[in-house]
């Protein structure tokens, strides 16, 4: 898996976030059980078993929680000091991917639980046949409230990611949404991360920015189109609630 034609893959895993939904004081939201495995390590066990070059943990908020369910794992933990967003948390674990890693999928460490391997695979081959700078997931939801939409021009084209509070009635109605599960260049993250810009009302760095500056620079874009595929992000102890049962119902 790590090798595809001469690219060697690695994965960055962000599971800094404080999570203040969930109201934990010690332990961070990563570390809650679903089916009876900490959050992270779904993805965790995921990546070893399709043998990524490297896997970089990105933690913060109760980072020792992280690394007492991770300990028997091999990890290379990098820290994300403050907590300004997902591009920045890119970016404090892109400084920790080694040298021969070519391309990186970055996921979240708290929404990732349902992802398959044969997803992971598809999104890998779409982004090396296309030799896209970045490519990422979409999927379809019937209730896209909170998500960012996928907007395309008439070519199909990805033209931008707009989040709930900024999109339009018309813009709303859309279905395809962003559940963030990206693969990046390196080459790509390490020339436009510093570029990214501050948002003016939450004073955080997005790692969506990195979309509206690929389509600036005319940097290729691929997408993976999953259509319904399950997936529950989990920011709140009743999502956890639904990924749980979702999870039971998917493996019954």
Same mark, same amino acid.
């Not at 898996?1 to 599971?15: E, F, N, V």
């Given at each position: 898996?790590?090798?595809?034609? %001469? ?32 959050? *992270? ?9 399709? %043998?990524?070059?490297?896997?970089? #943990? ?21 820290? $994300? ?24 999928? #970055? ?18 081959? +779409?982004?090396?046949?296309?030799? /896209? ?32 509070? %900024?999109?339009? %009635?018309?813009?709303?109605? *859309? ?7 990206? #693969? ?7 020339? &436009?991360?510093? $570029?990214?810009?501050?948002?003016? *009302? +939450? ?8 979309? +509206?500056?690929? *389509?600036? &620079?005319?940097?290729?874009? /691929? ?12 920011? +709140?102890?009743?999502?956890? $609630? ?9 493996? $019954?």
């Amino acid at each position: 898996m790590t090798k595809i034609s %001469d690219r060697t893959l690695g994965a960055i895993i962000l599971a800094a976030g404080k999570g203040k939904r969930m109201k934990s004081k010690d332990a961070n939201k990563v570390t809650l059980p679903l089916a009876d495995k900490p959050l *992270i390590l779904h993805a965790i066990h995921l990546f070893e078993n399709m %043998d990524f070059g490297a896997i970089v #943990v990105v933690v913060g908020f109760a980072k020792d929680s992280v690394k007492k369910v991770l300990k028997d794992n091999q990890i290379i933990f990098a820290e $994300q000091t403050k907590r300004l967003g997902t591009a920045h948390a890119v970016k404090s674990g892109l400084a920790s991917v080694p040298s021969n890693i070519s391309d990186v999928l #970055v996921i979240q460490g708290d929404d990732s639980h349902f992802y398959k391997e044969a997803t992971i695979k598809k999104l890998m081959e +779409t982004h090396i046949n296309a030799d /896209a700078s970045l490519t990422f997931v979409t999927i379809d939801v019937e209730n896209p409230f909170g998500l960012g939409r996928i907007v395309r021009n008439d070519k199909d084209d990805v033209v931008a990611i707009v989040e709930e509070k %900024d999109a339009t %009635d018309g813009q709303k109605k *859309i279905k395809e949404v962003n559940p963030a599960c990206y #693969v990046f260049k390196v080459d790509f993250l390490k020339k &436009y991360l510093p $570029q990214v810009q501050k948002s003016p *009302i +939450t004073g955080e760095y997005y790692l969506t920015s990195l979309i +509206t500056i690929a *389509i600036k &620079y005319k940097e290729p874009i /691929a997408t993976l189109r999953a259509g319904a595929m399950p997936w529950r992000g989990v920011n +709140t102890r009743e999502e956890l $609630q639904e990924a749980e049962k979702l999870y039971h119902d998917l493996n $019954q």
